[in-house]
């Protein structure tokens, strides 16, 4: 079956770090980009990071820019999200989703909750 | 990085169609075919509906239909069911970088 299941969410303190998971199954990992995605709660869907199939190139929105890295181990057909200096604005369920463009197949996203 | 521009809400009755909006600019929508647009029920994940600007993947309705011109992008849904209140998001991507409109809800009287 063509997956996507996230895991790794999790209650944490500001200033704390967390580190996401997301296991890919039924299509070829290193074949794609691949893109975290997430969602404050009651708020719009929000771009945050992907990375290429090699892992080579990778990419961030601002609010995250050396805070956040992404990075994927293609053995394992999976993609992380590490999480470091963590702010009450990066409440929000995380979704990650298979290639940039297309966005075609979504996880059903981990609960990230940060406490002050 | 800002969002896309997307109404807050829209409306329609079963059977009607609605069209749902997504300004952008020159740099973003206006320079790529790379718009997708997504739909949302509470408490799920979204779902693909439209890529690059007019393309349905396979088992999505042609109800479900894109366009594009100049810098905005538009989802146009005909024969409005009740299955279809949900939020609707756009997206861009725009090379380095992925962009969401701020979603519109989608309400069926």
């Known amino acids: 079956e063509v997956q996507l299941v996230e895991s790794g969410g999790d209650l944490v303190q500001s200033g704390g770090s967390l580190r996401l998971s997301c296991a890919a199954s039924?299509?070829?990992?290193?074949?794609?980009?691949m893109s975290w995605v997430r969602q404050a709660p009651g708020k719009g869907l929000e771009w945050v990071s992907d990375?290429?199939?090699?892992?080579?190139?990778?990419y961030y929105t601002d609010s995250v820019k050396g805070r956040f890295t992404i990075s994927r181990d293609n053995s394992k057909s999976t993609l992380y999200l590490q999480m470091n200096s963590l702010r009450g604005e990066d409440t929000a369920v995380y979704y990650c989703?298979?290639?940039?463009?297309?966005?075609?197949?979504w996880g059903r996203g981990t609960l990230v909750t940060v406490s002050s | 990085q800002s969002a896309l521009t997307q109404p807050r809400s829209v409306s329609g009755s079963p059977g009607q169609s609605v069209t749902i909006s997504c300004a952008g600019i020159?740099?973003?929508?206006?320079?790529?075919?790379?718009v997708s647009w997504f739909q949302q029920h509470p408490g799920k994940a979204p779902k693909l509906l439209i890529y690059?600007?007019?393309k349905r993947p396979s088992g999505v309705p042609d109800r479900f239909s894109g366009s594009k011109s100049g810098n905005t992008a538009s989802l146009t849904i005909s024969g409005l069911q009740a299955e279809d209140e949900a939020d609707y998001y756009c997206?861009?991507?725009?090379?380095?970088?992925?962009?969401f409109g701020g979603g519109t809800k989608l309400t069926v009287l």
């Open positions: 989703a298979k290639d940039v463009r297309y966005l075609d197949l």
């Open positions: 039924g299509f070829t990992f290193s074949s794609y980009a």
């Open positions: 990375v290429s199939g090699s892992g080579d190139n990778t």
């Open positions: 020159s740099s973003d929508v206006g320079s790529y075919n790379f």
């Open positions: 690059d600007v007019t």
């Open positions: 997206y861009s991507y725009a090379g380095r970088s992925g962009m």
